[in-house]
C-alpha cells in the first residue's frame, strides 16, 4: 500500500457566506455539500462555531450537526469545535447524547479553548454570569464534560447523582476530541488520554505545528477512552484543474482573510473575478503571504505531494480539509479533486 492509498480524508466545514447572498443559504449548503462528501469517500464531517461573524454562518454546531446527520448515512459528524468556556458541560453533554442518541456511533463531540469571536461578543456570550478564567478553569471543565458524556464521574464529585439523559446506560456516547493550535490543548488531550486535533487551517501555524503534534505523542496517557495517540491535522487546502484556476478560486479567501487581520468589517466573501483584481502594497502583500504560508493550493498533482508531506510531518494520516471561496460549485470541485488523489 502506498503512502496516498493509507490517508483518511475528513472534511471542516466553517459554512462561509458569499457577500451577495444569506447565511442560512451557507447552512443548506452545508448539508449539501456533507452528502456530497460522503458520497466522495470522506469519513468525517465537522462544523466549526462562530459568532458575530459576516463571513461564517455556523454559530450553533450541535443543531447543525442534526440536520447534517439526517441528511447523511454513515459519515460521522461532529464539532471543530464548541467553544466550551461558554457554556455548562452538562449542558453540551446532554446535547451531544441526545444527537448520539438519534444517530449512534457517528457523533464526534470537539471542544475549542479559544472564544471564537470578538472581546465584546464573548462578553456577552457569558453574560451576566462573567467570561471564565480560561487557563485555570478549563481542563476541569473538560474532565466535566468527558464524566458526563460517558457517565464516568467519580463518586465523589459534587454532581454525581445527576442522571444525564437520555439515559444509562447507552451502548455509545460521542468520541470527544480536542482541538487546537498550540501546546495547550496537546498536553491537555495527551494527559487525558483524549484524541487530538491541530488546526494547521489557521496558515502560519504550520511552522510550529509537527513540534505540537510531537508533543502529544510524547506526553500521551493511555486512558479507558483511547489506548494510544489518535492525531488529526486540519489543513487549508484548494484544488483546482489548474494551478492558475486555483490561485485565481483563492483569491476570495484571502480577500476575506486578510480584511478581517486588519480589523475591517467584512459582509461575506466576495467573487473571484474582483478578489483577484485588487491591487496589493507591499505591506499587505508581506502580510498576505505570511497568513498563506501554510495553505495548500494548487492542481491535482501539487495538492497531493503538500498533502503527503504535511502527513509526513505531522506523522498522521488522519487529515481533514478546509476549503473556503466564494463559488459553491468551486468547494465542491476542489473536495472531489482531493478525493480522487487518495
Known amino acids: 500500500m502506498n503512502k496516498s492509498e493509507k490517508i483518511k480524508l475528513s472534511v471542516v466545514d466553517q459554512s462561509p457566506i458569499r457577500k451577495e447572498s444569506k447565511p442560512s ?64 458541560p452538562l449542558k453540551i453533554a446532554e446535547e451531544f447524547k441526545m444527537l448520539d442518541a438519534f444517530y449512534p456511533g457517528r457523533i464526534d463531540l470537539g471542544i475549542g479553548r479559544a472564544p471564537g469571536t470578538d472581546k465584546i461578543t464573548n462578553q456577552a456570550l457569558n453574560y451576566p454570569k462573567g467570561i471564565i478564567n480560561v487557563h485555570n478553569e478549563f481542563p476541569q471543565m473538560v474532565k466535566d464534560l468527558i464524566g458526563f458524556t460517558s457517565n464516568t464521574l467519580d463518586e465523589n464529585h459534587q454532581f454525581n447523582q ?35 486535533s491541530f488546526a494547521d487551517f489557521f496558515g502560519y501555524t504550520n511552522n510550529v505545528g509537527p513540534n505540537i503534534a510531537k508533543i ?37 479567501r484571502n480577500f476575506n482573510k486578510i480584511v478581517s487581520t486588519m480589523g475591517l468589517k467584512t459582509y461575506g466573501f466576495i467573487k473571484p473575478e474582483d478578489a483577484s483584481n485588487w491591487i496589493l502594497n507591499q505591506n499587505i502583500q508581506n502580510q498576505v503571504e505570511y497568513f498563506t504560508q501554510g495553505y495548500i493550493d494548487g492542481n491535482p498533482e ?19 480539509i478546509v476549503s473556503n471561496c466564494y463559488y459553491f460549485s468551486d468547494r465542491k470541485k476542489s473536495y472531489e479533486l482531493i478525493a480522487n488523489l487518495f
Open 302 to 320: 501539487q495538492v497531493k505531494q503538500k498533502i503527503i508531506e504535511a502527513s509526513n510531518n505531522y506523522e498522521t494520516y488522519d487529515i481533514g
Open 25 to 88: 443559504e451557507a447552512l443548506k449548503e452545508s448539508v449539501k455539500l456533507a452528502q456530497f462528501t460522503e458520497n466522495m469517500g470522506f469519513k468525517r464531517y465537522w462544523v466549526s462555531e462562530h459568532h458575530n461573524s459576516n463571513s461564517f454562518s455556523g454559530t450553533s454546531p450541535e443543531i447543525l450537526i442534526g440536520q447534517i446527520a439526517a441528511a447523511t448515512k454513515e459519515i460521522r459528524i461532529g464539532s471543530a469545535g464548541v467553544m466550551l468556556s461558554h457554556y455548562s
Open 216 to 252: 502529544y505523542r510524547e506526553e500521551f496517557k493511555p486512558s479507558e477512552f483511547l489506548l494510544k495517540p489518535k492525531l488529526n491535522v486540519t489543513l487549508q487546502v484548494i484544488c483546482a484543474e489548474s494551478e492558475e484556476h486555483a490561485r485565481h478560486v483563492s483569491s476570495s
Open 162 to 196: 445527576i442522571n444525564v439523559l437520555p439515559g444509562i446506560p447507552e451502548e455509545t456516547y460521542p468520541e470527544i476530541w480536542l482541538l487546537g493550535s498550540s501546546d495547550y490543548s496537546a498536553r491537555l488531550a495527551a494527559n487525558l488520554g483524549l484524541p487530538f
